[in-house]
């Protein structure tokens, strides 16, 4: 069984800087790619970042330049670098691992880090 656990989250200023981190457990391969969602109060759970086996990041317009996603493949490690916090970035994030095997895909998802983004 495939565990990811997040930490990192809190409660900080705007202007101020977070790194969420997410280790996994219970898998004996790479991930094709981990990453990072959210969901705010009343809507929908988005992409922030997603970072591939290989290293290729992609995120969410509004994070450019912003943050950081990075990973340890050998770890199945990946974090989440967040600078120049904005209350919009308030969400809970949840960490995403999803692994390819013989053609099968298996879509993983961590419980979950609160970030608040407040004066």
């Known amino acids: 069984q495939v565990y990811l656990t997040e930490s990192g989250g809190g409660l900080v200023q705007p202007g101020e800087s977070l790194r969420l981190s997410c280790v996994s457990t219970g898998s004996r391969h790479r991930f094709n790619s981990m990453g990072w969602y959210r969901q705010a109060p009343g809507k929908d759970r988005e992409l922030v970042a997603l970072i591939s086996d290989g290293g290729t990041p992609n995120y969410e317009d509004s994070v450019l330049g912003r943050f950081t996603v990075s990973r340890d493949p050998v770890r199945n490690t990946v974090y989440l670098q967040m600078n120049s916090l904005k209350p919009e970035d308030t969400a809970v994030y949840y960490c995403?691992?999803?692994?390819?095997?013989?053609?099968?895909?298996?879509?993983?998802w961590g419980q979950g880090t609160q970030v608040t983004v407040s004066s």
């Open positions: 995403n691992a999803i692994l390819r095997i013989g053609g099968r895909e298996g879509n993983y």
